[in-house]
């Protein structure tokens, strides 16, 4: 397929640049995928279409003060550095690699691949600082594929979180125009966070858990409606744009994720006794279809059939789902409105076909829906 058949036309005034007022309040546009009808309806509604016999799945991971602002200090020159991934040392592993669980120490790693921003070309050696007083200094050791992408060392006497809460600034995407003021990142290291994160490491948040509120998971608890987490840590190339003529052509960059053996149970239990799958967000969606296509190769290999179930794990994703992709697990989804020509667009296209996907989006502009990370939401059935 080509990628301009993702295209639709958006109105720069429709780009959220700050979230709703009252977290819960946003609106969310309802389509039926066997109908193709369309209904407006709140965030706080989601309650009516997931039964009992459903499951809910959410990503937890939580978003960290990535961005750097800081000098190079032979010359004084503005640097801008964006945390993407851990790289461990020798001996510093994150425990992966030995088949180890370690979640939540990505943070004890010094060395990181990083994307910089800088108007002097960079070079190895070279050494940039970051905070009020140079706490934090950032060697630069070898460039990486990509623009601006580099592998780095950190060098700091406290720990480095502690540092990144002091002077580092939320993450949010270049569609968000920040001037960077203190009621902003207060804000943002606020509204820029799903209510259950609880695992650190993302640089970009699986925005459409930004919607739910205590009240909404008590509604859903009360119905009797189950929740389960998985994992993913957002990189940046969930922004990324696809440049190929053919998405075919695209590739997708790799993100650690875990999938806890409660949560596998839960979806395999769900499936067996007909239930959906709620998924929450493209990144949730992302995690259980790759798990799910590694189960159902590992049942043919033995001459035995997996499909639809998935297992317990962690490992990294770089799945790619567009038209005409068969899901395993993901039967219905909330998300958020998406750019143009996104691979997350494209996702969605195949969950709901991509004539209906556009057909709604231009519904939403005409309805005055708000777009991107802090707009509103869409939930497809």
Same mark, same amino acid.
Not at 104 to 118: A, E, F, K, P, Q
């Given at each position: 397929?080509?990628?301009?058949?993702?295209?639709?036309?958006?109105?720069?005034?429709?780009?959220?640049?700050?979230?709703?007022?009252?977290?819960?309040?946003?609106?969310?546009?309802?389509?039926?995928?066997?109908?193709?009808?369309?209904?407006?309806?709140?965030?706080?509604?989601?309650?009516?279409?997931?039964?009992?016999?459903?499951?809910? !799945?959410?990503?937890?991971?939580?978003?960290?003060?990535?961005?750097?602002?800081?000098?190079?200090?032979?010359?004084?020159?503005?640097?801008?550095?964006?945390?993407?991934?851990?790289?461990?040392?020798?001996?510093?592993?994150?425990?992966?690699?030995?088949?180890?669980?370690?979640?939540?120490?990505? +943070?004890?790693?010094?060395?990181?691949?990083?994307?910089?921003?800088?108007?002097?070309?960079?070079?190895?050696?070279? $050494? #940039? !600082? %970051?905070?009020?007083?140079?706490?934090?200094?950032?060697?630069?050791?070898?460039?990486?594929?990509?623009?601006?992408?580099?592998?780095?060392?950190?060098?700091? *006497?406290?720990? +480095?979180?502690?540092?990144?809460?002091? %002077?580092?600034?939320?993450?949010?995407?270049?569609?968000?125009?920040?001037?960077?003021?203190?009621?902003?990142?207060?804000?943002?290291?606020?509204?820029?966070?799903?209510?259950?994160?609880?695992?650190?490491?993302?640089?970009?948040? &699986?925005? #459409?858990?930004?919607?739910?509120? &205590? *009240?909404? %998971?008590?509604?859903?608890? =009360?119905?009797?409606?189950?929740? !389960? =987490? $998985?994992?993913?840590?957002?990189?940046?190339?969930?922004?990324?744009?696809?440049?190929?003529?053919?998405?075919?052509?695209?590739?997708?960059?790799?993100?650690?994720?875990? $999938?806890?053996? *409660?949560? #596998? *149970?839960?979806?395999?239990?769900?499936?067996?006794?007909?239930?959906?799958?709620?998924?929450?967000?493209?990144?949730?969606?992302?995690?259980?279809?790759?798990?799910?296509? =590694?189960?159902?190769?590992?049942?043919?290999?033995?001459?035995?059939?997996?499909?639809?179930?998935?297992?317990?794990?962690?490992?990294?994703?770089?799945?790619?789902?567009?038209?005409?992709?068969?899901?395993?697990?993901?039967?219905?989804? +909330?998300?958020?409105?998406?750019?143009?020509?996104?691979?997350?667009?494209?996702?969605?296209?195949?969950?709901?076909?991509?004539?209906?996907?556009?057909?709604?989006?231009?519904?939403?502009?005409?309805?005055?829906?708000?777009? %991107?990370?802090?707009?509103?939401?869409?939930?497809?059935?």
């Amino acid at each position: 397929m080509k990628t301009r058949q993702f295209w639709y036309p958006l109105p720069e005034r429709l780009i959220a640049q700050h979230p709703a007022e009252k977290r819960g309040t946003e609106k969310m546009m309802v389509l039926h995928r066997d109908t193709g009808m369309l209904e407006h309806r709140h965030i706080a509604d989601i309650v009516e279409y997931i039964t009992p016999n459903d499951l809910l !799945v959410v990503n937890d991971t939580k978003v960290f003060p990535a961005r750097l602002i800081g000098e190079w200090p032979d010359t004084h020159g503005a640097v801008e550095v964006l945390m993407v991934n851990a790289a461990p040392m020798d001996g510093e592993g994150l425990g992966d690699a030995a088949g180890e669980t370690h979640r939540g120490t990505v +943070l004890d790693c010094l060395r990181w691949n990083v994307i910089i921003g800088s108007g002097r070309k960079c070079r190895e050696g070279q $050494v #940039a !600082v %970051f905070g009020p007083n140079g706490e934090l200094k950032v060697t630069l050791l070898k460039p990486l594929s990509g623009i601006g992408m580099w592998q780095v060392e950190f060098a700091c *006497e406290r720990p +480095l979180m502690d540092l990144l809460d002091e %002077f580092g600034h939320t993450p949010v995407p270049p569609y968000v125009k920040r001037e960077g003021t203190a009621e902003e990142e207060k804000a943002d290291r606020e509204r820029y966070q799903t209510i259950y994160a609880r695992e650190v490491g993302s640089v970009a948040a &699986p925005t #459409a858990g930004l919607h739910f509120t &205590p *009240e909404i %998971f008590a509604a859903l608890e =009360a119905k009797g409606v189950k929740r !389960v =987490a $998985v994992t993913l840590h957002v990189g940046p190339g969930t922004f990324r744009p696809v440049k190929a003529d053919n998405i075919e052509d695209h590739q997708m960059d790799y993100e650690a994720f875990t $999938v806890p053996p *409660e949560t #596998a *149970e839960a979806i395999n239990a769900c499936k067996a006794h007909g239930g959906r799958v709620f998924c929450v967000g493209s990144t949730t969606v992302r995690t259980l279809e790759t798990v799910a296509a =590694a189960c159902a190769e590992l049942g043919d290999a033995a001459g035995e059939t997996h499909r639809g179930m998935v297992r317990a794990g962690s490992g990294a994703s770089n799945i790619f789902i567009y038209p005409p992709y068969q899901f395993k697990v993901c039967d219905c989804m +909330l998300t958020n409105f998406h750019l143009p020509q996104s691979t997350l667009l494209m996702m969605i296209s195949a969950l709901a076909g991509r004539e209906r996907i556009l057909c709604s989006y231009a519904m939403a502009v005409r309805n005055n829906y708000m777009f %991107f990370s802090y707009g509103d939401c869409m939930l497809i059935v």
